[in-house]
């Protein structure tokens, strides 16, 4: 990763209808509710937020998770129970859990039509970030001041996956332009760190997305952290990538989006030292401890 990147910080979901979509993330699936707005900002874990905004496109009827063009995956220690546990508050789960190598992964379909994973991931992985998750996870659940603990059986938002017409070209512009570190490669997926046990996994499947007017037109879009929202877009521009929104002013920070070749949006978003939000306060304590300034 780029100096100067700590991570990722942010995905948003845009709906319609905010309120009720940010209702069904509190209320069935149980994220803590950092702060309320036309939708809400809830914890995912270590120092990353699921934001529930206004805006994005009616998403069609997906009959597959393969079939959606972003999607949140969260790690989780007991899919069966978590898997039962939202089926109990009224989630509509596309399937019964299934397996893979490695992993027990379902996904659900939210009010707004978008997909949502779940993945346990066996203690036998052969992958760090997994080996590192369970260590973390027998040490004791993460807590952070200030913010009510996660659901049972979540320890955090472990993957944003983006599904591609053409794996190598995309990957290719996160690997080059943006600068992520290749972690892993299949015959259908490349697989990059995105910090603190989460991964971006840019998988075949999926078709380009028509570039969009501006970052409220998108539906689900994901943000890095960064030390300088307006250097770190610069670099980037100057690196090949197509900038949507210039960096823009928002509470407590600054932030600018960009697209990558087919047409996923991402964010940049630096933050003040004063923030008093308590993901930003953990965030610039973990800095300081890792010796960044």
């Known amino acids: 990763m780029r100096e100067g990147w700590f991570g990722l910080g942010w995905f948003v979901r845009r709906a319609a209808d905010a309120a009720r979509l940010a209702a069904f993330y509190q209320q069935v699936v149980g994220l803590p509710v950092l702060r309320q707005n036309d939708g809400a900002s809830f914890w995912v874990g270590e120092t990353v937020a699921f934001e529930v905004a206004t805006g994005g496109q009616p998403a069609p009827r997906y009959r597959d998770r393969s079939e959606a063009p972003c999607v949140p995956v969260f790690r989780v220690t007991a899919l069966a129970r978590v898997a039962e546990r939202l089926r109990a508050a009224g989630a509509e789960l596309l399937h019964e859990p299934f397996e893979r190598p490695s992993s027990w992964f379902a996904y659900l379909r939210d009010p707004a039509g978008e997909i949502t994973g779940f993945a346990e991931r066996r203690r036998t992985s052969p992958y760090p970030e997994d080996q590192e998750a369970w260590r973390r996870w027998d040490r ?45 490669t ?53 690196a ?3 900038l949507i929104d210039p960096p823009l002013s ?26 008093p939000r308590p993901e930003d306060r953990e965030a610039f304590a973990r800095l300081s401890r890792a010796g960044h300034r």
């Open 250 to 275: 928002v509470p407590g920070g600054r932030v600018a989006y960009c697209v990558d070749p087919e047409g996923h949006l991402f964010g940049l978003q630096s933050r003040s030292p004063d923030s």
């Open 140 to 184: 004791g659940r993460l807590t952070v001041p200030g913010i009510p603990p996660l659901p049972p059986h979540f320890q955090s938002l472990g993957w944003v996956v983006v599904r591609c017409a053409d794996v190598e070209a995309v990957g290719r512009f996160y690997r080059e332009v943006v600068g992520l570190t290749l972690l892993r």
């Open 240 to 242: 090949g990538a197509r």
């Open 186 to 238: 299949t015959a259908t997926s490349q697989v990059f760190d995105l910090g603190d046990l989460a991964l971006l996994e840019v998988a075949a499947g999926g078709m380009a997305q028509p570039t969009p007017a501006d970052r409220t037109a998108v539906s689900n879009t994901f943000l890095f952290r960064v030390d300088d929202a307006d250097r770190q877009a610069a670099i980037l521009v100057e």
